[in-house]
């Protein structure tokens, strides 16, 4: 299951223009495939610390499934570094936030493959993430 994170649906609600809000279905990620809903489309929102590769890993994973990506916007946060004290090294607090908006119509594997596949790179840079379907209802 995706991790999620805390208060990230409450902020895109608050950000997305009220049009937008009609889209959002508030039930959590259906399926990908044989869908029959007319729009097949959902957010993939990541939070964690800043790492080079982020937005490549995800955007290649959803690819190579099938995926094509509609939107992505993606924002830092500024550099706060601290020095531990122990060792002497200085460590990135830097934070980075993203929201991927994918169409999932031609994706070649179900549901939970993506979502495990997206679960290993949120372990690999230490991130969490929360899937949404997107839908007309």
């Known amino acids: 299951m995706v991790a999620a994170i805390p208060g990230a649906e409450r902020l895109i609600l608050a950000l997305l223009p009220k049009s937008s809000l009609t889209l959002l279905c508030r039930r959590r990620f259906a399926g990908f495939v044989n869908e029959t809903n007319a729009t097949k489309e959902a957010r993939l929102l990541l939070a964690g610390p800043d790492a080079s590769g982020i937005v490549a890993s995800f955007s290649h994973l959803l690819f190579s499934r099938g995926c094509g990506i509609v939107d992505c916007t993606s924002e830092s946060s500024e550099i706060d570094a601290k020095v531990d004290m122990q060792s002497q090294h200085r460590h990135s607090r830097r934070m980075f ?25 949120c372990l690999k840079f230490g991130m969490k993430s929360q899937l949404v379907r997107i839908c007309n209802e």
């Open 97 to 121: 936030f993203q929201r991927i908006l994918f169409d999932y119509s031609n994706v070649s594997v179900e549901r939970n493959v993506i979502e495990d596949e997206i679960n290993d790179l």
